[in-house]
Each structure stands twice: as C-alpha cells, then as structure tokens.
C-alpha cells in the first residue's frame, strides 16, 4: 500500500496486530508529582519507535517525523456516517486509509463491557510517578468476539479500538437498554 507524506511517498505493508500492539503499548503516560498539589504529564516520545516499524514494514527515505506520521495515517480512522442499530447488531461504518467499511458487531453482553473496561488500560501508581499504559489487544478481542460476518475483521488495530469505543459510547448514550432512566 502506498502512503504519501510531504511529498514522499513509500509502498509498505500494513503493520500486523502483534506490531501495532507493541507500538500503542510503548505509548504510555507518565504522570509526575511535583508536589503542592502539582502534576506533570510527561508523555512518551514513540518517534523512533514508529521510525523503526515503518522501515520493518518496508518504508525508505523518510526521516523520523515523517515515517511516524506515516504509521499513524495508516493506523487513522473515523465514524463516517451514522452509526445504526438493528436488534443486537450495531453498524458502525468507517474511512480507513483502504477505503470505507461497515463494521457489524453484535452488542456486547455486560460481563464483556466490563471485562474490556477492566483489560484496555493498567495504572501504576508510586509515590512521585503514576504510569498509564494501554493494552490495544483488550479491543482486539471483544472485537473479534462481536464481529458478525467476516468482511471487517482485517481493518487494523487502531480501528478495532475506535469502533469499540465508538459502540460503547454509542451503547452507553443511545441504547434504551443501556440508559439508567
């Protein structure tokens, strides 16, 4: 596939799930305490992390900036249109850099919400430092568990993570079932 950024462009292959993973996960926060009440984001910089996928994936002549960019393009994602419900099954259509697709999920039971929510993201807390790191894999398997058909399962990870997201919130502000009044 072929992805162009300030003018430069690079045929690569689209990165697996295991290496998306290993690349979200690298992505992590750091949450300083400074004391007085006082904190400090200090995020990770995952530049030469992205530099060096984008080379694996077969990607030459980019700097460091632009072979990132590049990774996050083909990892972009976006709602759009309207995300529709038909009994258990949501459709939530979607651009992704390969073209536009309608991902069909059946709604997740409440043992598997919670089950995601528990899993999508660890918090280690010290005494100065709190850590924040995510597991791209918790979306990549309650997607694979509500996936109906077979036609969307390949979109990458960062998607997977979208469309859940976008299916529990979804859930959580539309669905009658789901609404506490």
Do not use: H
């Not at 089950?115 to 924040?132: D, F, N, P, W």
């Amino acid at each position: 596939m072929k992805v162009t950024i300030d003018g430069k462009t690079a045929e690569v292959r689209m990165p697996t799930e295991e290496e998306w993973a290993r690349l979200i996960r690298a992505n992590k926060i750091l949450i300083r305490q400074l004391g007085g009440g006082k904190t400090r984001n200090e995020p990770v910089d995952t530049t030469a992390k992205s530099a060096e996928l984008f080379r694996t994936l077969g990607g030459e002549g980019f700097d460091p900036d632009e072979a990132e960019a590049a990774i996050n393009k083909l990892g972009a994602c976006g709602v759009s249109d309207e995300i529709e419900i038909e009994g258990d099954i949501v459709s939530i259509p979607l651009k992704i850099i390969t073209g536009s697709v309608t991902v069909r999920l059946r709604k997740p039971k409440v043992g598997e919400r919670k089950a995601y929510m528990e899993a999508r993201s660890t918090v280690i807390s010290g005494q100065k430092l709190t850590e924040i790191r995510v597991n791209p894999m918790a979306a990549a398997e309650l997607f694979a568990k509500l996936l109906v058909g077979e036609e969307s399962k390949d979109i990458p990870l960062p998607a997977k993570a979208v469309v859940i997201s976008e299916l529990l919130d979804f859930l959580a502000t539309g669905d009658s079932e789901s609404d506490p009044t």
